[in-house]
């Protein structure tokens, strides 16, 4: 069964900086790689994937993914505080059953005025 | 306008009782899935339907099952409830069940006494 493992625990960053968020997962042959946020009392809503070696911009998100390490990472340049929420990594296990997602325990992130 | 919409929000229900939790999506898509989040533990795949036929099954009990009586519907019975089911259960669509992106409702909280 796929493990994903997620660091730290909980980050707190000053408004402005960079927040950096790590997910190791344990099966090279994983497809995409997926970052969710989760707000207290709220579902998960997705804020990126990535599926290829290398890196994937979206606005003030970058995720680096490291598939001979099974390491993926999210970055949040220019952190604000509406971005404080949980981050969970998942990884996407898909096969003839179709498609299931496994989740980390996440990363709370706290981003400080 | 909400396009998952799980009811109830909260939940409590007394140890070997039986409930039904909803689940309605709007957005068009073809398949759906139930994932639980229990306290301390990464969100957790339960099933995944897809044209309202069952694809995957990770759950071990048969005390959980879904229902869809529509293609846009996929509700979870719970039958014989334990203590140990308290936790919060979201309802999940895609497009397809291919690696597309899963969008998540609010999700249910049930507390079992």
């Known amino acids: 069964q796929e493990k994903v493992q997620q660091s730290p625990e909980s980050l707190i960053v000053p408004e402005g900086a960079m927040s950096s968020l790590n997910c190791t997962f344990s099966n090279s042959a994983s497809q995409s790689i997926w970052w969710y946020q989760q707000h207290p009392g709220k579902g998960p809503e997705a804020l990126i994937s990535i599926f290829s070696n290398g890196n994937k911009k979206e606005g003030r998100l970058t995720v680096y993914l490291n598939r001979a390490s099974l390491h993926v990472s999210l970055h949040i340049r220019d952190s604000q505080p509406s971005d404080s929420a949980v981050y969970l990594c998942?990884?996407?296990?898909?096969?003839?059953?179709?498609?299931?997602?496994?989740f980390g325990i996440g990363t709370l992130l706290s981003v400080k005025p | 306008d909400p396009k998952i919409i799980q009811k109830p929000k909260y939940l409590v229900a007394v140890t070997g009782s039986e409930k039904i939790l909803i689940c309605e999506q709007y957005l068009g898509h073809n398949a759906m899935y139930w994932y639980r989040q229990s306290a301390k533990k990464p969100l957790e795949f339960m099933f995944s339907?897809?044209?309202?036929?069952?694809?995957d099954n990770q759950t071990a009990s048969s005390r959980f099952q879904p229902q869809s009586s529509k293609k846009n519907h996929l509700d979870l019975q719970i039958t014989a409830l334990k203590p140990d089911d308290s936790a919060t259960y979201f309802c999940?669509?895609?497009?397809?069940?291919?690696?597309?992106?899963?969008?998540f409702g609010p999700g249910t909280r049930l507390l079992v006494l």
């Open positions: 999940a669509s895609s497009q397809t069940v291919n690696q597309d992106t899963q969008y």
């Open positions: 339907y897809s044209y309202q036929k069952l694809m």
């Open positions: 998942a990884v996407s296990n898909y096969g003839s059953s179709g498609n299931k997602l496994i």
